[in-house]
Every structure is written in structure tokens, then in C-alpha cells.
T-cell receptor, first 114, second 114 residues
Framework: GAGVSQSPSNKVTEKGKDVELRCDPI?????LYWYRQSLGQGLEFLIYFQGNSAPDKSGLPSDRFSAERTGGSVSTLTIQRTQQEDSAVYLC????????????FGDGTRLSIL | AQSVTQLGSHVSVSEGALVLLRCNYS??????LFWYVQYPNQGLQLLLKYTSAATLVKGINGFEAEFKKSETSFHLTKPSAHMSDAAEYFC???FGAGSYQLTFGKGTKLSVIP
């Protein structure tokens, strides 16, 4: 498809397990972003990738969270040793370049930690 | 501090009535402003953006917003509400050139009464 694709759409896992969330951005978009949407905190920025530059990880809430972007395209967000407070919808977005270009969002991955 | 405030977490209007969703921001630098809409179990869809051109911005689905620098506001309006407009609306800001992360308001859930 032409939009941002995220998988899985839903993920239920037990506390303490590791999870991987995948994002496939719009073709040709060099900037990729991860956000988290939760009831208590609203929408929060997590991490930003731009081309081959070092990512901005300033929004990651703890060192259990990491992300990578391979070949300037697909990105994976990994959460290790999941906790119940990690339950949220994780949204990925991409844009042509960074700055004032609109960010286009995927449908998100709804993560539930039991 | 830079922030985004949406007045009213829930707004109800009658079908055919004016829709007005409020957004104010606090910033020491010229902002880039966006409105997004989110339907249940979906990601965020861009409605419109302001990036320092015309202060009145027209978007999709008949929505428009006006940037008022003196009031630090970017309110979203639509002359006549449709049932299909029922969704959650988010105001988002990129604070200044060189920045890229979206800072979101808490969102306003719009209900349309038949």
C-alpha cells in the first residue's frame, strides 16, 4: 500500500517478555518517527531517524526501549522486559524530510501487557 | 515552557451546526501548526497544516483553521457538522525551524448529535 504500515496491529504479552514492533514507512520518506499514545500521557515522542544520521533517542522512557532502522527504510522498536506501564498504542510516522513537512501516521500497534 | 493546550476534552454539536475546536500554544519561536483527526482503532490523519504562509488554512473534509499570532491560537472550525466528523481531534506543534518532533495537545473528542 501507499501508507505507513505497522505490524502487528495488536500484541498481547506477559510482563517480563520482550516485544518487537515493526514499521514500514512510505517509500521515499527519509524521516521516521515513533510516538506512544496512552490514556494517562497522551501522545509522546519516542525516537526520530533521519537518513543515515544518528537517531534522536531523547524521548525513549527507559533503557528497556531501543529502536533501529535498517537500510534507511524499515524500523523496529524493541521493548525488553516489558512492564504493565508499557501498555499503549505505538504509532509510527514518516515524512519526506524533517521539519515542517507533515508526518504521515500508520494505524499503530496496540500493546497490552498482562 | 513550550506547550499545546486544547480546551475541552469533549465537545458535542448537533448535525449541521458549527464545529469549533480550540487550540492554544505557548512558544518563544515561530511554530509550525497541525491538526490531526483520529478515528477509532486508526492512526492519525492530517487535516491541515500552517507553515507561515496564509494565516487561514483550508484542509480536508471542509475543515479550516486560522493562525492568530497575537492570541497564540490555531482554532479548528467547520461550518456544518456531519455525523462522519465524530472522532478525536489533535492539535500538534513543531516548535521552530530545525525542530521536528510533534508536541500534541491532549485531544478533543467530537460527538455529533443527529
Amino acid at each position: 500500500g501507499a501508507g505507513v504500515s505497522q505490524s502487528p496491529s495488536n500484541k498481547v504479552t506477559e510482563k517480563g517478555k520482550d516485544v518487537e514492533l515493526r514499521c514500514d514507512p512510505i517509500s521515499g520518506h527519509t524521516a521516521l518517527y515513533w510516538y506512544r499514545q496512552s490514556l494517562g500521557q497522551g501522545l509522546e515522542f519516542l525516537i526520530y531517524f533521519q537518513g543515515n544520521s544518528a537517531p534522536d533517542k531523547s524521548g525513549l522512557p527507559s533503557d528497556r526501549f531501543s529502536a533501529e532502522r535498517t537500510g534507511g527504510s524499515v524500523s523496529t522498536l524493541t521493548i525488553q522486559r516489558t512492564q504493565q506501564e508499557d501498555s499503549a498504542v505505538y504509532l509510527c510516522a514518516s515524512s519526506l524530510v524533517s521539519g515542517n513537512q507533515p508526518q504521515h501516521f500508520g494505524d499503530g500497534t496496540r500493546l497490552s501487557i498482562l | 515552557a513550550q506547550s499545546v493546550t486544547q480546551l475541552g476534552s469533549h465537545v458535542s454539536v448537533s448535525e449541521g451546526a458549527l464545529v469549533l475546536l480550540r487550540c492554544n500554544y505557548s512558544s518563544s519561536v515561530p511554530p509550525y501548526l497541525f491538526w490531526y483527526v483520529q478515528y477509532p482503532n486508526q492512526g492519525l490523519q492530517l487535516l491541515l497544516k500552517y507553515t507561515s504562509a496564509a494565516t487561514l488554512v483550508k484542509g480536508i473534509n471542509g475543515f479550516e483553521a486560522e493562525f492568530k499570532k497575537s492570541e497564540t491560537s490555531f482554532h479548528l472550525t467547520k461550518p456544518s457538522a456531519h455525523m462522519s466528523d465524530a472522532a478525536e481531534y489533535f492539535c500538534a506543534v513543531i516548535f521552530g525551524a530545525g525542530s521536528y518532533q510533534l508536541t500534541f495537545g491532549k485531544g478533543t473528542k467530537l460527538s455529533v448529535i443527529p
